[in-house]
């Protein structure tokens, strides 16, 4: 479980194909503080630490993660935003992220607006899965590459998001172009609402 407040981005240091799974190794400064089997999200997807050597941590991507999300797309050099599962006793700064990313989108523009930068993503629509909550409603919360957002101007299969001077400074956020694939994490409370009329309308 995490909030979407990003302790950092890290750099890809190493890529290792392992059959259909990719080994991981990242760099970041709290490397020292890092246990084996300890949860960290890495662009919103939750991966286990497998191994720590050398001042860098290597977890493992599963196909199934390959196929839903952008870490198949990375390479040496690129930042990857990560957090620690959240702490229970501490404050929720951001919203309640799973860290299973649900799809990826496309960012289709980028734009500066009195001192911050709204980026629009575009994502495959799918009327069944959106009668199941996989859609963004306007204040609502998203997870894009594990940043908690707050959505403003949806449409069916559009979103765009706000980011201040110092989310893009310290995410991969000033990585992210046109063209660019992120991760998207739909709000879970929308999608336990979704199950729950389901169930009123049976």
């Known amino acids: 479980m995490f909030s979407g407040i990003v302790e950092t981005a890290a750099e890809v240091v190493a890529i290792e194909k392992d059959g259909g799974n990719v080994n991981l190794t990242l760099k970041c400064p709290f490397v020292d503080e890092l246990k084996i089997d300890q949860s960290v999200s890495h ?16 977890v493992t991507a ?12 990375l390479k040496v050099g690129d930042k990857v ?19 299973h990313v649900d799809m990826t989108a496309e960012c289709i523009e980028v734009r500066k607006v009195d001192g911050s930068t709204y980026f629009t993503f575009k994502y495959k629509f799918d009327k069944e899965m959106a009668r199941r909550g996989y859609f963004t409603v306007d204040k609502g919360s998203v997870s894009v590459n594990g940043v908690s957002l707050t959505v403003c101007n949806p449409t069916a299969d559009t979103f765009q998001v706000a980011i201040i001077p110092y989310t893009f400074e310290n995410t991969n956020f000033r990585d992210i172009k046109v063209g660019s694939c992120v991760n998207i994490e739909f709000d879970i409370l929308g999608k336990y609402i979704a199950r729950l009329h389901e169930f009123d309308a049976q």
């Open 43 to 58: 662009n919103g997807v939750c991966l286990t630490v497998v191994s720590i050597k050398d001042g860098c941590y290597t």
């Open 62 to 73: 599963v196909q199934e993660t390959l196929d839903r999300s952008n870490l198949g797309l």
């Open 81 to 99: 935003n990560v957090e620690r599962s959240m702490i229970m006793n501490g404050r929720l700064d951001g919203h309640i992220v799973q860290g």
